[in-house]
């Protein structure tokens, strides 16, 4: 049963008239567009085929056999709705009371309870800067980690680094021909990035390069100390800087599992695919024909022996099964390696994984900045560190600036400015649908009074503030009926929502839910805050709104930390 007591009464009001389970009537019941429609509604429609009947005559059937309760007040159709209206004072009394019992663990459940969810996501190239195309792989994985977390699943954070491949070879061969220990000691990530773009450079007119970078990566295969040498010294810089970075955004791995770590499985895999009639030779190489599928040719291995991308994420796909066992399969992946993922599904269902149907390929757009060109080869990137930093530069400077400023002591200034620089950051990186590009606008993403972090968390600041103003403790007997006017309403309707956002993002994998869930919550409150003065009045009615008031703080701060965002007290 769900946790809240009037959808339960729906559903035990409704289950001796209809043919369904209480589990499929609870999934059915919504909340209508309008609150003077009612506060939970009944769609009739999917039952008009069983039951020979209009949505709307169904309906009303309904409406003349369901009777009300001291929790359902009122029972109406509208056309194939049927609609319920609750008991004003009862709602808000079983709102705040839950959010005042459950505290920091308002909004989840155990619906995950002893099943594990594999989330890869960041994934970067070593060698090559952490920058703003990782972003959002990042905050998307990240959120999806946090949400699943939330619903009692063991999540496990995979960061399937890029660590294997031909650009191996041609790093260490720029590395052998051009590069400086010293620079690279002192320079790091700037070097290596130097000698891959100054490789491609001389391959153009050089075409020999690329042979002789072939040979130094079949070297690395091979297990040639000279090349796996230069070859961990590379990855050791990378993750060094690589994690300073993930540190800023509060990002958490479980696995550094990359690509190389399935190279002893590889033959295994070809060898298995092989004599199972799945794999197949051509020309050379080895690949998996998925023509009647629709898909041109997965490629496992090269006509020169070399393994790629392919062969790597079906060894790691078994691995995490077993070592895992998983119940869902997450890869957090940019929409261009779609096919690259069909593929991969195609050819586990081949094998014969009923399991691959818990794989999903979670995609999204692309960050742009106004006139911006992205490419690594050319060295034309913005990286994620400076990004971040230059964010929290940014806050500081409209935070001194702004009527808030006196709110933050000095020596918390600096906290603050990076609570909210980065958590503007994060905040527009899922405030859209993931398939969507993002458009980075600093004006925008930093907008106090916007669409934005910085007013979700202002709203938090504004709460905390006036909790602290009224110096007095919340006390959780306060009388209900002063709570039930209707600005006050939309605000406890949106407290009530929080538990089936969170259910609803994980279903569909879409953590901007929670972000415009925030945004209406923000909006409910300050309008409230517009209309209601809190401190001040009657004792009754002080007490009454500084329990809601204290609700809405906490329920903010729940829905931060699920995008991975903090919830400063003063701004």
């Not at 919504?30 to 009612?38: C, E, R, S, V, Y």
């Not at 023509?291 to 070399?306: H, Q, T």
Request: glycine share 6%; net charge negative; aromatic share 10%.
């Amino acid at each position: 049963m769900a946790q809240n007591i009037f959808v339960n009464a729906i559903v035990k009001a409704l289950t001796p008239h209809l043919d369904l389970s209480g589990t499929e009537i609870e999934g059915m019941i919504a909340t209508p567009p309008d609150p003077k429609m009612g506060d939970y509604s009944f769609p009739c429609f999917t039952l008009a085929k069983a039951m020979r009947m209009s949505p709307k005559d169904i309906a009303a059937d309904l409406a003349a056999k369901v009777d009300t309760t001291d929790l359902l007040e009122q029972i109406q159709t509208a056309g194939p709705y049927l609609n319920f209206f609750v008991s004003k004072a009862r709602f808000v009394q079983e709102v705040l009371r839950n959010i005042r019992s459950q505290g920091d663990r308002y909004g989840q459940s155990d619906i995950g309870q002893g099943k594990t969810v594999c989330i890869d996501f960041s994934s970067p190239n070593i060698a090559k800067h952490l920058a703003v195309h990782h972003l959002q792989s990042t905050m998307i994985g990240n959120g999806l980690y946090k949400i699943y977390s939330a619903l009692g699943y063991k999540c496990v954070g995979i960061n399937h680094l890029g660590d294997w491949g031909t650009q191996f070879g041609q790093l260490i061969l720029a590395y052998k021909k051009w590069g400086a220990a010293d620079k690279l000691e002192t320079d790091g990530i700037t070097h290596l990035n130097q000698l891959y773009v100054r490789f491609h450079a001389e391959a153009e007119g050089n075409p020999e390069l690329e042979q002789e970078a072939r040979e130094w990566f079949r070297r690395l295969e091979d297990g040639d100390p000279k090349a796996r040498d230069l070859w961990q010294r590379f990855k050791d810089i990378s993750l060094e800087e690589f994690n300073r970075a993930y540190e800023m955004l509060g990002v958490h791995f479980d696995s550094f599992a990359g690509e190389s770590f399935y190279c002893d499985m590889l033959n295994d895999v070809i060898e298995r695919l092989e004599t199972a009639g799945i794999a197949t030779e051509s020309e050379g190489a080895v690949v998996v024909d998925l023509e009647e599928y629709g898909m041109p040719a997965c490629l496992l291995r090269k006509s020169d022996g070399a393994t790629l991308y392919a062969t790597r994420d079906i060894a790691a796909a078994e691995y995490r099964k077993k070592t895992y066992n998983f119940a869902k399969m997450i890869y957090v992946v940019g929409g261009e390696q779609r096919l690259a993922f069909r593929q991969l599904f195609k050819v586990l269902e081949l094998m014969g994984y009923e399991w691959v149907k818990d794989c999903t390929h979670v995609d999204f757009g692309m960050v742009r900045f106004k006139d911006r060109k992205m490419s690594t080869r050319k060295g034309d990137v913005i990286l994620l560190e400076d990004l971040l930093k230059r964010a929290v530069e940014l806050a500081k400077s409209i935070m001194q600036e702004g009527e808030m400023e006196h709110e933050v002591p000095p020596d918390q200034m600096d906290e603050v400015a990076a609570a909210v620089g980065i958590g503007a950051v994060i905040f527009a990186e899922l405030a859209s649908k993931r398939v969507k590009d993002v458009a980075f606008d600093w004006a925008e993403i930093l907008n106090f009074k916007g669409d934005t972090g910085p007013y979700v968390q202002y709203t938090h600041a504004r709460s905390s503030s006036i909790l602290r103003k009224a110096q007095q403790d919340v006390v959780d007997d306060v009388d209900v009926d002063l709570l039930t006017d209707e600005t006050t309403m939309a605000v406890v309707k949106q407290l009530e929502r929080l538990p089936a956002v969170i259910r609803d993002a994980a279903e569909v994998y879409e953590p901007y839910f929670i972000c415009n869930y925030l945004l209406d919550l923000c909006g409910a409150t300050n309008t409230l805050l517009h209309k209601h003065r809190i401190l001040k009045n009657e004792p009754p009615l002080t007490n009454a709104r500084l329990l809601l008031i204290d609700c809405v703080r906490q329920v903010i701060r729940n829905g931060l930390w699920v995008l991975g965002i903090k919830a400063p007290e003063r701004m």
